[in-house]
């Protein structure tokens, strides 16, 4: 099965796993995503992922994260599409609401936080916004 868009996909899986209060989900493999999932984990996001290998397909069984039963991403949501890619630059990153939660960006120097973007000084394309 291909995807026309495998970010909003492992986006959406994710929401609806927390939305119905599941402790993992499966998404389909790729090094992009679990990039993505490397940041969502070392930000606390998420508690951990592990690749999982099937017979030539792989998966990231995510393991997600409650704090006194509510979900600790509040939203996550998809900011550059295939349609509509958003570029910026270092000094132009939006912060998410106010600081307190993050964007992912993809720069040249490999899939990181605001934060770490603008410290850095460096833009890219936002990938998503969580909080």
Known sequence: MSFTDPIADMITRIRNAQLRTLNSVSIPGSKF?????????????????????????????????????????????RI?????????KADSIPKIQSGLGIAIVSTSKGIMTDNDARSKNIGGEIICKVF
């Open 33 to 77: 995503r679990a990039k993505i999932l490397d940041v969502l984990r070392d930000e606390g996001y998420i508690s951990d992922y592990k690749y999982k290998s099937d017979k030539n397909k792989g998966s990231l069984v995510v393991n997600l994260k409650y704090n006194n039963g509510l979900p600790v991403i509040k939203e996550i949501k």
């Open 80 to 88: 550059s599409k295939p349609g509509r890619r958003i570029y910026t």
